[in-house]
């Protein structure tokens, strides 16, 4: 049986203490009491649960109260399912430990007291907020997780594969990462990460907000500048300071070296432990600067070259100012000039240039301002020269001093004196005056020893044929003749650089007193 009831009130004081049988329907579907499957329905005339809205229904209650309980018989599974046209598009409730809501393979709701889960596919839990507010993503262990004291409040990943953060932002806006301390002011932000999407670069701030280090699109860093140097086809690191800039390198928490850009000049510092600079090509070390300023080239010894020997290799000694080379079997060293010719090697005395080598039409020259000689490669000879450019040099330069001579002078051939008639003027024959100091200087002739000579050889000095200058003065004086104006005669004064002594030698050239004493003859 059913009872309807249409366009009326039902009167409840003719149903109370009386059991009715069959279904209520109230306009068909405005209440159904489905008696034979103890089901209602609510806008629908055939409900298909329990409780079957067909529409939109309010539940109200009154203030500081709860809605309701929905208890199920067991705690396996409790839930509202959410459907439409008859098909589930998800479900409020609780699914094994999960008090979730969602579709059937996501859910969002609380895995245990006081966290906060979300699952996707297949219901796999992928996001957890835990009791402490921290985030894990991939992962259930953000509070476990800890850096350098830091609490890992967001922890990306399940440490089993690749993960990333991804901030999407426009092609002419900016993505950031930003770091506070406060809630207003530069306290906001005190750090930032920040990608320029406009002009494609990396910011870093930090101390108030304030950029610190960029990379360009080009992949140039700077530091200190937001204005990296450019350079084509170069990527460049500038560091650049208020004051200067530097990079220190450290071991083990201690300071080894620094590399420092400083006002005009810039500096490559070794500190601490034994303070050697080492340069390695190759996995190899090939030159080092240690602790005493030494230069070091293919050797760690400083006594390369030392007394001619020593290991192979270069050496600049800082406090000595020796430079000193070695070699096996090779050169030591190659200074070469390119090009042109003229000076190689500029030798200083306290700044102030004392000798020069060179080239010159492919021979060596080498000398100082006013005496150089030069090594005369297609000539076989060695040739006076000026030493400002190598060239050659007529009627200059002396060999040896009155008081610095060779000992021998040892030919193969008898030495060569310019007499040709083109180099001389005021030609005339000797006078008897003259004449007469030959005769007396062919009666002068004396043999004698030289005193170096017995210093050197004792008794086995051997004995020398010449004459005594003072004596030759003599001849000439007492012909009233002046010896100084013969070029036979000869006196030279200097003064001694030992002791300070100024000294005077008298000398004979016996070339020409050959020839004069022949006019005696």
């Known amino acids: 049986m059913v009872t309807k009831v249409k366009g009326g009130v039902l009167d409840e004081s003719a149903l109370s203490g009386k059991n009715m049988t069959g279904d209520i329907a109230f306009d068909t579907t405005t209440l159904k009491i489905d008696s034979s499957n103890n089901r209602v ?136 990462l930003c770091f506070g301390d406060g809630t207003s002011g530069t306290s906001t932000y005190t750090g930032y990460l920040t990608y320029n999407h406009s002009s494609n670069h990396m910011e870093f701030g930090a101390g108030n907000g304030l950029e610190k280090m960029r990379i360009d699109s080009s992949g140039n860093v700077g530091i200190g500048t937001n204005s990296p140097n450019a350079y084509s086809n170069v990527t460049t690191l500038t560091i650049n300071g208020t004051n200067q800039g530097r990079v220190d390198l450290e071991y083990g928490g201690t300071l080894s070296g620094s590399f420092l850009a400083l006002s005009g000049q810039t500096q490559i510092k070794a500190s601490g432990g034994s303070q050697v600079m080492v340069f390695e090509v190759n996995d190899a070390e090939r030159m080092r600067i240690d602790t005493s300023g030494n230069l ?30 070695a070699a096996s079997g090779s050169i030591s060293a190659i200074l070469n000039r390119t090009s042109s010719d003229g000076s190689i090697v500029s030798l200083r005395k306290d700044g102030s240039e004392i000798g020069i080598i060179g080239a010159k039409n492919g021979d060596m020259y080498m000398g100082t301002t006013d005496a150089a000689i030069r090594f005369h490669d297609s000539g076989d000879g060695i040739r006076p020269a000026n030493a400002s450019d190598g060239s050659a040099l007529d009627d200059h330069l002396d060999l040896g001093a009155a008081s610095a001579r060779f000992n021998n ?85 200097w003064t001694d650089e030992t002791t300070g002594e100024e000294k005077t030698q008298l000398g004979v050239r016996y070339s020409e007193l050959l020839a004069f004493i022949i006019a005696a003859i």
């Open 41 to 176: 329905g609510i806008g629908t005339a055939s409900p298909a649960a329990p409780l079957d809205v067909a529409g939109n229904f309010i539940l109200k209650s009154p203030a500081n109260t709860l809605y309701g309980n929905f208890d199920a018989t067991t705690q396996a599974y409790a839930a509202f399912r959410l459907q439409a046209a008859g098909s589930s598009y998800g479900f409020i409730g609780q699914t094994s430990s999960l008090l979730a809501s969602g579709g059937s393979n996501t859910a969002l709701g609380l895995r245990s007291e006081n966290e906060l889960a979300i699952a996707t596919g297949g219901s796999t839990e992928r996001v957890r907020i835990d009791d402490s507010g921290n985030v894990g993503i991939g992962n259930t262990v953000a509070s476990t997780i800890n850096a350098a004291n830091v609490s890992g409040n967001l922890v990306v990943g399940s440490g089993s594969g690749t993960e990333g953060i991804t901030v999407y932002s426009g092609n002419t806006g900016l993505g950031s």
């Open 409 to 493: 002078l040892l030919l193969v051939n008898q030495p060569t004196v310019g007499s040709d008639i083109s180099l001389k003027q005021d030609i005339e024959d000797l006078s008897d005056a003259e004449k007469r100091v030959a005769v007396k200087a062919k009666g002068l002739l004396k043999k004698y020893k030289y005193k170096n000579s017995v210093r050197d050889k004792g008794e086995n000095a051997r004995i020398h044929i010449g004459i005594i200058a003072q004596e030759l003065q003599t001849a000439f004086e007492s012909e009233g003749l002046d010896a100084y104006r013969y070029s036979m005669f000869c006196s030279d004064t």
């Open 296 to 325: 070091l080239v293919g050797t760690t010894s400083t006594t390369v070259g030392a007394g001619g020997s020593g290991v192979t290799g270069f050496r600049v000694d800082s406090a000595n100012g020796i430079v000193q080379a």
